[in-house]
């Protein structure tokens, strides 16, 4: 889950060593085998998939992340491969994952990289694999404190701030719009109260599962 900074701009980078509803809730439906995790944070989603018999590939550019993964991997006596890796720098193959979490990444990456993404996962997904995340939407706090602050906006509804962090938000649907073809299984976006980590605070978000046809 997200924290809100003091500058009040939700801090998403850090994903729980808890997994996350979606993944608890759908990981059943997709089929053993390889799963993905394009941004581990903690751990927690991918620790959890390998508990669950998936093999599972965990990447992250943050060292710290990779070591709490690792150390939480230890915790639960299960084994994850992971890579400190940009997952746009990653080799996508064909058809090769059941399962793909991209949970909290979409936001951080231009709106075209999000689209160049996007279809390297559909292209990655075996037949009846799953994609699962979530990204802020326009009704996130954040979006109003960006843009009170004037900060410069690179794509549409896309920011980077001054410490180089880029910070994407969703309109209505639009999520959907870059996953073409894709069956949706679960997809919300909704606006909810948080109390995780640094108190009270509201969110707004948008949560999918889409499935390979």
């Keep these: 889950m ?15 060593a808890r997994p996350s509803w979606l993944v608890k809730q759908y990981c059943g439906l997709a089929k053993s085998g390889l799963a993905l995790d394009l941004s581990c944070g903690r751990g927690g989603d991918a620790v959890y998939l390998a508990g669950q018999g998936f093999d599972v590939i965990a990447l992250d550019i943050v060292q710290d992340n990779l070591e709490r993964s690792y150390q939480l991997a230890e915790n639960k006596n299960v084994s994850i491969d992971l890579r400190n890796i940009d997952p ?3 080799k996508f193959h064909k058809e090769r994952y059941s399962i793909i979490v991209a949970d909290q990444i979409f936001q951080h990456l231009k709106k075209s990289q999000n ?4 279809a390297k996962i559909i292209y990655s997904l075996r037949k009846g694999g799953l ?7 326009v009704n996130d706090p954040s979006f109003k404190e960006i843009k009170k602050r004037k900060i410069a ?9 001054p410490n180089g962090w880029l910070y994407s938000f969703f ?17 919300s976006e909704s606006d909810y109260f948080e109390s995780e980590h640094t108190g009270a605070s509201w969110r707004g978000l948008v949560e999918f599962v889409f499935r390979k046809n």
């Design 171 to 187: 309109n209505n649907r639009e999520v959907l719009d870059i996953f073409p073809d894709m069956q949706p299984v679960y997809y």
């Design 115 to 118: 689209v160049d993404l996007a």
């Design 131 to 137: 994609v699962l995340g979530s990204a802020l939407t």
């Design 2 to 16: 997200s924290a809100m900074t003091d500058s009040g701009i939700n801090d998403s980078r850090m994903r729980s």
């Design 88 to 90: 746009l720098d990653f």
């Design 153 to 161: 906006e690179i794509e549409k509804n896309c920011f980077q701030l």
